[in-house]
């Protein structure tokens, strides 16, 4: 069966440090990925997705970045946090259908 | 820019009370999928509803996705504490790129025992 992992699951960082949060998917192949932010209690808005290696597609401009380095991997960066950057991340993978399966989050804050 | 917005957005209610929620658009969607969300997790996938009219049911659950496809509700009977959470809509789009799901504004429910 499919998992996917995803740490930390919560990180409290000063404005100005790097970030960098990393998701896995085990059980599956080429697998799209996507990272979404959520406000408290609130909808997903869609960061990033990837549906492959090296590819990676921004939905909305910001300060942060993605990367793919695996089939599996997915990782969210940034070079210097800012407190508008706080948030709840999830990381997801979908297959043929538009299913969506996510990671477990992690409470990013920036203080 | 494709906008799902769901209603109520806050809702409280006794153990045993029915209740419905919205989730409503001006555009059309290929499928539309209900998620429920607890406190410090991710979302779980309830139901997907593809057909306009469709309506599916999931225990004490009943999911409706509009003829038209523009809007879905969910019906929960006789509701129980363990039902408490976040319910999420999602629409699929009409271009069959997945990656491009709308996810609605969120409804949070508590059902006090």
């Known amino acids: 069966s499919q998992t996917i992992h995803q740490w930390p699951a919560t990180l409290v960082q000063p404005v100005g440090s790097p970030l960098s949060l990393e998701c896995t998917v085990e059980?599956?192949?080429?697998?799209?990925l996507y990272w979404y932010r959520q406000a408290a209690g609130r909808g997903l808005q869609l960061l990033f997705y990837?549906?492959?290696?090296?590819?990676i597609s921004s939905e909305v401009p910001q300060n942060l970045s993605a990367s793919r380095p695996q089939d599996r991997q997915f990782i969210l960066s940034s070079k210097k946090l800012l407190l508008s950057d706080s948030g709840f991340y999830l990381c997801?993978?979908?297959?043929?259908?538009?299913?969506?399966?996510f990671g477990s989050g992690t409470q990013l804050s920036v203080l | 820019t494709q906008l799902l917005e769901q209603s109520p957005q806050f809702l409280s209610i006794q153990e045993g009370e029915n209740l419905t929620v919205y989730c409503n658009s001006s555009s059309v969607f290929s499928s539309l999928q209900w998620y429920r969300q607890e406190p410090g997790e991710g979302p779980v996938l309830l139901v997907t509803v593809v057909t306009g009219g469709e309506v599916k049911k999931l225990k004490r659950l009943t999911f409706q996705f509009g003829d038209a496809r523009k809007d879905s509700s969910l019906h929960i009977t006789a509701a129980q504490p363990g039902d408490t959470g976040l319910y999420l809509c999602a629409g699929g789009p009409n271009s069959g790129g997945y990656q491009k799901v709308t996810f609605g504004t969120g409804t949070k429910l508590q059902v006090i025992p």
């Open positions: 059980g599956t192949s080429n697998p799209n």
């Open positions: 990837s549906v492959g290696i090296g590819q």
């Open positions: 997801a993978w979908s297959g043929v259908r538009e299913k969506l399966f």
